[in-house]
């Protein structure tokens, strides 16, 4: 019986907080670097920003479409801008001001997103974030980012700041699990394989990379060896590390806090389905809307444990 | 549940609510006191005095319609849905729990007599709109209200909204802003200041009541004055306290979303002593 004892999976800090804190570095860093907000700083961690740099954080008040395009104004006079609010609130009322003002014009604002998916738990469904990898994704340029641990958003949030485009990441409310070293590298576009496998991969981002690690080490003690990747950009996509899996591994399943009928799974699905087809699952929400609950109460009754994505990798492995 | 235009009778309902709006959400655990008791007195006046409607039969079609389109402020309307008997008492304390008819924000899956499901701003007003649009066609007597929140009506939705009302005389609608000076990340005017507000509306072709959110007979009064008013929409710009009735929540900005901690929650209900 081979239990992996790599990770010892200790809590850190919501992924929306090492946001908060990194754009203060940033900000220090360079005077050119701007955040606008919608009422939710003390949500987001932009307070902090806020803080630090009075005149470079613009308050919007509650209006997230208005925000977007003052952002891409900001944007496009040659800031380094970033835009924050819940996923649910930036995406679903800038996204017309995303498409137009950002997509569309080629304008590098940077996006970020918290209280992504479904384990904000509380508040329910109308802050609920299902959707948002759908849609950002389907803004033609923007680059997709969503992190699983602090390591990472930090790491990232600084590579977006600089990188030449529009980019949306994809932050959580809840404190998350570290996953990566302090040494880890991060690339925008490239997939980081946490764990070797060899008869099946999980490919997984945001917080369900720490279950698919929890999988993983339960079904090694069935004698199942399954890798793990994050997939921290979801756009681009890293073709190469989904080949690779998939001829080597001959078996996937995709794990999102998100609509597996138009998230990272039908993504993953594409490469896939161009490069090695295999046997694939895919674990996250079916088009429903979620509910009320302790975050811990509402990840599991929508079954997005660890042991829960077990059970769809037994599906996906018989099936091999 | 019998309605009741007398003062002392709406009080005594209104105390009960914000007693349950403080024991659930100190149940719960998290939520939003703050907003929820600055409405109190609107939501009582309204469902015991003002509307139309009856819990025995929800689906009655020339009903009033009431939208709390400020959707976190769920447990005022909890409050509200227990004491006329829409709902039972006694599983308030599931607030937010999995399961629980309570949802964080109002969810018409679980409570079908709610008008709408909201806890994303800015879209109720336009909502309403729809509502009274559609009684107007089918000749109902349906009245419209609609429950908005100060830091909420910076959403351009709302103002397009306005826009519609008036053009389309929509005289069977009420807003009501509750304009309790304070927001999410505090103060309204740090944030977006929305004065002139009356001048705002009026400039849209609404006409504008100002009242104190907290008189009962003023409410009474404005309501009626509203009814009384034909070929325009009323909005009602209720100045109110956030968190009022509990000393050490009113015009505080932590407790927009904080629940009161135990001893919190015992000198709360001492206070408002229901
Ligand atoms: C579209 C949208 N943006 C942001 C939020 C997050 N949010 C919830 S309550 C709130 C502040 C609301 O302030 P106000 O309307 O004044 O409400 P009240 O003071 O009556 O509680 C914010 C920003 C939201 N629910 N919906
Ligand atoms: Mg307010």
Redesign the pocket.
């Known amino acids: 019986m081979s239990v992996n004892t790599k990770f010892e999976l200790k809590l850190g800090a919501a992924t929306r907080e090492a946001f908060g804190k990194v754009i203060v570095d940033l900000g220090k860093a360079d005077p050119n670097v701007v955040v606008c907000d919608a009422d939710l700083s003390k949500s987001t961690f932009t307070h902090l920003f806020a803080k630090e740099f009075p005149n470079r954080f613009f308050s919007c008040g509650i209006a997230e479409a208005n925000m977007v395009s003052i952002g891409a104004g900001l944007a496009s006079s040659g800031k380094i801008a970033f835009v924050s609010s819940f996923s649910a609130f930036v995406l679903n009322k800038g996204f017309e001001q995303l498409r137009v003002n950002c997509a569309y014009a080629q304008v590098p604002l940077k996006v970020v997103g918290t209280h992504s998916g479904i384990s904000i738990g509380e508040d329910g469904p109308s802050q609920m974030s299902v959707e948002d990898i759908s849609l950002a994704c389907s803004l033609a340029g923007f680059t997709v980012i969503s992190p699983a641990d602090e390591v990472s958003m930090s790491a990232l949030v600084k590579a977006a700041a600089y990188h030449n485009g529009p980019v949306f990441i994809r932050a959580g409310r809840v404190k998350a699990p570290i996953v990566h070293t302090a040494e880890q590298k991060f690339e925008i576009g490239k997939a980081i394989q946490l764990i070797e496998g060899k008869d099946m991969t999980f490919i997984a981002t945001g917080l369900l990379v720490a279950e698919c690690i929890r999988a993983s080490d339960i079904l090694a003690g069935e004698g199942i060896s399954a890798g793990v990747i994050d997939i921290h950009t979801i756009k681009p996509i890293d073709r190469n590390a989904i080949a690779a899996a998939a001829k080597n591994t001959g078996c996937i399943v995709v794990a999102e806090e998100h609509f597996t009928d138009s998230g990272l799974g039908v993504k993953v699905a594409q490469v896939v389905c161009e490069t090695h087809p295999c046997v694939m699952e895919f674990h996250g929400m079916g088009n429903y809307y979620a509910e009320s609950g302790t975050p811990e109460e509402v990840m599991t009754k929508y079954k997005m444990t660890g042991a829960d994505i077990a059970v769809t990798a037994r599906k996906a492995l018989a099936r091999k | 549940m019998t309605k009741t235009s007398n003062l002392g009778e709406l009080q005594a309902i209104a105390k009960r609510v914000r007693r349950h709006i403080v024991e659930m959400i100190g149940a719960a655990k998290s939520g939003h006191p703050g ?1 929820s008791l ?1 409405a109190v007195e609107i939501l009582t006046t309204l469902y015991f005095d003002v509307m139309r409607h009856d819990p025995a039969n929800p689906t009655w079609a020339e009903r009033d319609r009431f939208i709390l389109s400020k959707g976190h402020a769920a447990p005022v309307l909890y409050g509200v849905f227990v004491e006329a008997g829409y709902t039972p008492a006694e599983p308030l304390n599931t607030l937010r729990r999995i399961g629980s008819i309570y949802q964080g924000h109002p969810d018409r899956r679980y409570i079908p007599a709610l008008e709408a499901s909201t806890g994303s701003l800015g879209v109720g007003l336009s909502l309403g709109l729809g509502m009274a649009e559609a009684a107007r066609l089918d000749n109902s007597p349906t009245r419209v209200y609609v429950l908005l ?4 009506i910076q959403e351009g939705q709302i103002w397009e909204a306005a826009m519609y009302g008036a053009f389309h005389k929509v005289d069977n609608i009420v807003a009501i802003v ?6 999410l990340d505090g103060f ?1 005017k740090d944030i977006m200041e929305l004065e002139p507000l009356p001048d705002k509306w009026r400039g849209f072709g609404w006409n504008v009541i100002e009242v104190d959110g907290h008189d009962i007979p003023a409410l009474q009064k404005a309501f009626a004055d509203a009814a009384a008013t034909k070929g325009k929409p009323t909005v009602m710009i209720a100045h109110t306290i ?1 968190g009022k009735g509990v000393s050490f929540m009113e015009n505080n900005p932590k407790f927009h979303g904080v629940a009161p901690t135990k001893e919190e929650l015992e000198k709360a209900v001492q206070e408002i002593g229901a």
Do not use: C
């Open positions: 907003g600055s929140g100060d830091g909420e509750d304009y309790n000076k304070i927001q309204v956030k």
